[in-house]
Structure formats: structure tokens, C-alpha cells
């Protein structure tokens, strides 16, 4: 036997001697059997308590019941050291607490860095800032309901905005130890559509509202609607928005380009359908209410406010090139500037800005340069000492102007005592060889340009790739009210009319009201009217601003609506028609050396949906095979002329 054959039983042997020897729970781990391990005690503890002496604020939430038993959620924001300080409220259905946590930081400037914190005007006005979740969203009980209507015809519970606005400055105002007893409410978009609903039976602790961008008419002119022509665009926020409570369901992309995406399903009631939008009670609505019916009508801010007292000083902030909710600013001023008989009640603020972006820097939109932080100028020189004399005690009365308007070509601001200030709307003809004129039409002139629309080639709102609706670094969305218009104006499908050169400059203030005189060999058609200011070939020190084509003013208007909003009625084919509709409100000068222009097409594609250009009776639900081509005409003789009429303003 070799050595090492001779060791290997003695090494065996002495191995089994060692196991014998370790004890017994060593040997035979039970690790189903408690206190067999030794343990490390948790690093965590049970109950750790933060310590923020050394926060600017002080931040608090709170459960505040309502009259109907459900507790919204409420964030309280307040400076360190504040006594009879004033509260501004935002109402939102976007959270809370993301709001209120933009940043971790012990100062309260990061942390309200985001959308509707007009920051600089809350720190320096000393204010207690709440944000609270709407019923239904995020961190508040109670059932959820898209711009949730007044109580009513839409609404049989005894709870809207107006109560729940009520009943939380009454609880805010009873239970924040630090405040004067002063409360402002303020907002943008849907943020913007609740201080609205707060001037409806207001709490007496509420002294001024300010709503900016706000959504009023869904229909007419806002988020869902364009005179009947349905914003497919937003479908992404619904889903985002109604799929659940805090918003954890995103809307996902499908192809690079959303003009593929949307060509690809056809119809925007299809697209929902595959995406399961029809789970969801809000789109059910607006697939059931394609007309201006008592849905809409019911629900029209402008309209509820025109019949309310007015109580409570309102400032609405209206922006020139918003994208999402263009129509109610304007609509809301003109519904309640005439029971202002005191002239101390209502005030106008217009912009040159996007949706949202008076809280942000102004000073250009685009490729659009207005000179100065136009947003700036509203926050310090309007905003801010216009909730001062209603907020803080002993504040003086601010000088602001029943209305301010950004005059856009002059970059100036101007105050007026009302709008649009007095003018008189004079006609701009569209004229034989695709001119713009002051002068009528003659006898004799050619009496139609012709285009043909084909639903398979929609004419898109801005250059492809068109990226999802978003406010993302580099997203069109913003800012796609100013993009050039060329590429449109090179396109067989469009029309375009232009003026000679000016030698004057023209000034417009109010609403631009489209005359078109149209026919279609469809029975169905949109009409898109766009009024754009051209401007010189060569601009000296703004290359990219030579022979720029901007919009000023534009719509799209659904032609089956043209005799009655809340019904459709099929057009008589290849018969001259007329579309009177308004577009969107403008503080403009055309200046010497540009021209005027305006195209007018049949599709603005995918931000709203094709029409097939054949009746329906839903186009929600129009088949591949309803979409046809149709030779559309732009009537511009003596007897059925199309012409602008332009609000001009003396300046």
C-alpha cells in the first residue's frame, strides 16, 4: 500500500471525530426554528421623526371633509415665522403632492419650481401656499368626474367645485393659525377652470380669483372641440388622466410619427377602442356627444358665470397662441365684463405666450422674439400687486388697467379700458389671383380657386415626425402656433391668398370673423381658415425670421354644423355655401414691409380627426370606406364673396 493510501482512512476517521464534537445545532441547522441565529438589530427605527428646524416653511397635509363626508387631500405650505399672512389655493387633478415636492430641498422655492407655482410672486408676497387634490384624484376620496358640472342638469349630487371650494377655505380659514383670514385661488388649464367655479356661491374669505388658460367650452373651442372638429391629439390625457386615480396608466406610442398612428386606425373612436378608452366613462361621453347638444351646453363656464352675481374681483389671463385652451379667457370676459358696474370687478390680461407659459420665461415663443420676459413683466408689474391689494393687509390698490394686452409685431404693452378697445371690423377680400384686398370684388372676376382634399393625404399641423403631445425640452407642441406656415402654403391641397406689401402699419385687437363662401362635392367638410402675417424676404439680424409665415389667428370649422351646432345636417353638394365663424382673439400690427395672408385648407391632421367627407351620422365611427375625396371651392366673386373681417384698432 502507497503512503498516501495508507493516510486516507486516518484523515477520514478524524474528520467523522470532529463532526461528533460540534454541537448538535451546528451540526443540524433548524432554521425554521426561532432564536436558532443570532440577530442584528434593524438600523431602521420603529418610528423615525424628521427634523426640519432649519426649513424656510413649514409643511403640513390634512384630510379636509367636505359636506357630503369625503376628505380631500390637502398639502399646506407655510414660510416659518408667519403671522396674518394671506393663502393662495390651487385646485388640481394632477396631485398634490407632486406639486409641492418639485425638489428635496429645505427651501420653499425648489420645491414649488414646477407648473401653476408662480413662484417669484408666492415667496415674495409671503403667502401660505395650498394645493389640494380635487375629489376623486390622488390622495382624495370621493368618485372622480372630468371638470366635474355644476349641480344641476349633469350633476344630481348635492357636491360640485363650488361647494368643495367653500367648504375648504372654510375649514383652511378656521385651522391655519397663521393666516389673516384672506384667501386668493388661482390656476392654469383644468387649474384654471376651478378658480372659475369658485366665483359660483364663493365662500366671503374668498377676496380675488385668477384663472389663466382656464377650460370653459369643451365643444366650442377648448380641449375636446373645435366648432365640432374633435382634438384627437388629447386622447393621450384622457387616458392618462380617467384610466386610474393617481395616474399610474400611461398612454404608450406606437409609432414614431403620430400621423402614422392615427392614419393607421382610421377613425379616432377606433383607436380608443383599441386602446380601451371605452372603459372609461369621460371618453363614453364624448363619443356620445359629438354635437353641441345639452351635454355641452350645460357645462359652458362663459354661460354659468354670465348668470351668477359677481362677487369676487376675477383677473383672466388669456394667452395669444395657446394651444390647449385658446377660446375661454375671452369667452368668460365677455360673458361677465357687463355686470362689472362698478368697474373694480373684472380684469384682462392677455399675453404672447403658449399655454401655461406666463409662469415661465416669455421672452420669446419660437422662433418669435418679443424683446423683454414678457412673463416677468406680468408676474411683477400686474399679478403680483393685483393679489396684494386684495390679500395683504395694508397693501396699496395696484395699478393695473382693466385690461393689458401684449401688442404683438410693435412688442408693446398696451392698457385699455375695455376689449377689444373701440374699433370697427372692416372686410379683407379674397380676390381673383390668389390676392388679399380692401376692395371688394368685381363683376367679372374668376369666381372660385379649387383644391382637391383627399382624407388619405391629410394636410398635417406642423412638419413630420409628429411627436406626442407633451412639454418635454424640444417637443413642437408648445409652440406649433407659431411654426412656419410654408410648408403648408406649398401644398396643392391649400389655398393661399396674399396681400401686396404694406406701406401702413394695420392694427387688429379683438376676434378676426371668418366669411367663408364654400362648396364641397362631399356632403361633409371641414373649413380651416388661417390668418398669418408674412414677413419681409430678409429680416436684418433674425435670418431665420426672413419671409416667416406665422399665424396670428386660426380655426377649423366642422361644416356639418353650420346651421345648428347641436345638430348635424349633411351639405348639399357642389353648392356654394356660407361659413361665418370667429377666430381666436388678436393684438396684432401688420407692419410695413410685411404682407397678410390667409390659407385655407380642409384638414389639419392629427391633431384633428379626418373628416370622411361623406355624412355620418357619429364620425367617431367612420369606416375606411366613408373617407373620400372631394373637389372643394373658394368662392371669391361679387355676388358670393369670401372675405376676412378684421377688428381694426386705432393706434
Known amino acids: ?144 368626474i372630468v371638470n366635474r358640472p355644476l349641480r344641476g342638469p349633469q350633476n344630481p349630487t348635492p357636491v360640485d367645485h363650488a361647494t368643495d371650494t367653500f367648504d375648504t377655505i372654510d375649514w383652511l380659514v378656521k385651522n391655519t393659525p397663521e393666516t389673516n383670514g384672506k384667501v386668493g385661488i388661482l390656476g392654469i388649464s383644468y387649474n384654471g377652470f376651478l378658480p372659475l367655479m369658485a366665483l359660483v356661491n364663493p365662500h366671503p374669505a374668498l377676496k380675488v380669483s385668477v384663472p389663466m388658460n382656464p377650460m370653459v367650452d369643451g365643444w366650442m373651442g377648448d380641449d375636446w372641440f373645435h366648432y365640432g372638429a374633435f382634438r384627437q391629439i388629447n386622447v393621450s390625457w384622457i387616458y392618462n388622466q380617467v384610466a386610474t386615480r393617481k395616474g ?12 402614422d398612428m392615427w392614419m393607421q386606425a382610421v377613425s379616432a373612436g377606433e383607436l380608443g377602442r383599441r386602446r380601451g378608452l371605452d372603459q372609461l366613462g369621460f371618453w363614453n361621453k364624448l363619443v356620445e356627444h359629438p354635437a353641441y347638444d345639452a351635454f355641452w351646453q350645460d357645462q359652458a363656464v362663459d354661460k354659468l358665470l354670465a348668470a351668477q352675481p359677481l362677487k369676487v374681483p376675477v383677473m383672466l389671463v388669456h394667452s395669444l397662441w395657446d394651444q390647449e385652451d385658446i377660446y375661454g379667457a375671452p369667452a368668460v370676459y365677455k360673458a361677465i365684463k357687463p355686470k362689472d358696474t362698478s368697474g373694480d370687478k373684472v380684469f384682462f390680461v392677455i ?39 386684495y390679500l395683504i393687509d395694508g397693501a396699496p390698490k395696484a395699478d393695473v388697467a382693466p385690461v393689458t394686452a401684449f401688442e404683438t409685431g410693435t412688442n408693446e404693452w ?31 372676376d374668376t369666381a372660385f380657386e379649387e383644391y382637391i382634399s383627399d382624407p388619405a393625404k391629410p394636410v398635417p399641423f406642423v412638419r413630420r415626425p409628429i411627436t406626442a403631445m407633451g412639454y418635454e425640452e424640444g417637443n413642437v407642441w408648445p409652440r406649433w402656433l407659431v411654426e412656419d406656415q410654408r410648408d403648408a402654403s406649398g401644398r396643392t391641397d391649400v389655398v393661399t391668398f396674399t396681400s401686396d406689401v404694406l406701406k401702413e402699419p394695420m392694427k387688429i385687437s379683438g376676434e378676426p370673423i371668418a366669411n367663408l363662401v364654400a362648396s364641397t362635392s362631399g356632403t361633409d367638410s371641414d373649413w380651416v381658415v388661417k390668418l398669418i402675417d408674412v414677413y419681409p424676404d430678409e429680416v436684418a439680424g433674425d435670418a431665420v425670421m426672413g419671409g416667416y409665415q406665422l399665424m396670428i389667428a386660426a380655426d377649423i370649422f366642422r361644416g356639418r354644423y353650420r346651421e345648428s351646432f347641436a345638430k348635424a345636417k349633411a351639405l348639399t353638394p357642389d353648392t356654394p355655401l356660407r361659413y361665418r365663424f370667429a377666430l381666436p382673439t388678436a393684438n396684432h400690427v401688420f407692419l410695413p414691409g410685411h404682407r397678410i395672408m390667409v390659407q385655407i385648407q ?24 366613408d373617407y373620400r375625396k372631394a373637389t372643394q371651392r373658394i368662392y371669391h366673386s361679387a355676388k358670393e364673396s369670401t372675405y376676412i373681417e378684421l377688428p381694426l384698432a386705432p393706434r
Not at 418 to 440: C, D, M
Not at 605 to 614: K, S, V
Open 248 to 259: 399610474e396608466e400611461k398612454w404608450w406610442r406606437s409609432h414614431n410619427d403620430e400621423y
Open 351 to 389: 399675453g404672447p405666450w403658449h399655454h401655461g407659459q406666463m409662469i415661465n420665461n416669455a421672452s420669446s415663443l419660437g422662433a418669435v422674439k418679443f424683446g423683454s420676459d414678457t412673463a416677468l413683466h406680468f408676474r411683477k408689474k400686474i399679478l403680483a400687486p393685483f393679489l396684494a391689494q
Open 414 to 444: 398696451r392698457r385699455y379700458s375695455t376689449w377689444p378697445p373701440q374699433g370697427e371690423g372692416k372686410p379683407l377680400y379674397l380676390r381673383a389671383g390668389l390676392k388679399l384686398s380692401r376692395e371688394a370684388p368685381k363683376p367679372g
Open 1 to 144: 500500500m502507497k503512503p498516501i493510501e495508507r493516510a486516507v482512512p486516518f484523515f477520514v476517521s478524524l474528520f467523522a471525530m470532529v463532526l461528533l464534537a460540534l454541537p448538535a445545532t451546528m451540526a443540524q441547522p433548524q432554521p425554521n426554528q426561532p432564536g436558532v441565529y443570532p440577530k442584528l438589530p434593524s438600523e431602521i427605527p420603529a418610528n423615525f421623526k424628521p427634523k426640519y428646524e432649519s426649513f424656510d416653511h413649514v409643511r403640513r397635509t390634512a384630510m379636509i371633509p367636505m359636506r357630503d363626508g369625503a376628505k380631500l387631500h390637502t398639502v399646506i405650505l407655510v414660510p416659518k415665522g408667519a403671522k396674518k399672512a394671506p393663502i393662495l389655493l390651487t385646485r388640481t387633478p394632477y396631485g398634490a403632492d407632486g406639486l409641492t415636492s418639485h425638489a428635496n430641498s429645505s427651501h420653499l422655492g425648489p420645491v414649488l419650481q414646477g407648473y401653476d407655482n408662480a413662484v417669484d410672486v408666492i415667496l415674495d408676497g409671503g403667502y401660505i401656499r395650498v394645493v389640494q387634490d380635487v375629489r376623486g384624484k390622488h390622495g382624495s376620496e370621493g368618485d372622480y
Open 602 to 625: 380642409s384638414s389639419w391632421f392629427p391633431l384633428y380627426d379626418r373628416n370622411p367627407q361623406t355624412f355620418v351620422p357619429n364620425i367617431f365611427w367612420a369606416k375606411a370606406g
